[in-house]
């Protein structure tokens, strides 16, 4: 699992990344059924990688 003091530097880039991975994925979806496993990953990583960098996560972490 992800750390829970990720910098947010960080955590942004896994969200830029995992939304690189879901448009691929999206677009993959169209050609190959097997895609959706690697857009629900995507999905999975955006959606860690927002709460940790989410700013109500942050307050209520101090």
Known sequence: MLQKNMPRGDAMMLMAASFVLMAIGLIWFIYDIKACIIG???????LMGYYQWSPINAVKGK
């Open 40 to 46: 629900f990953v995507a999905a999975t990583v955006f």
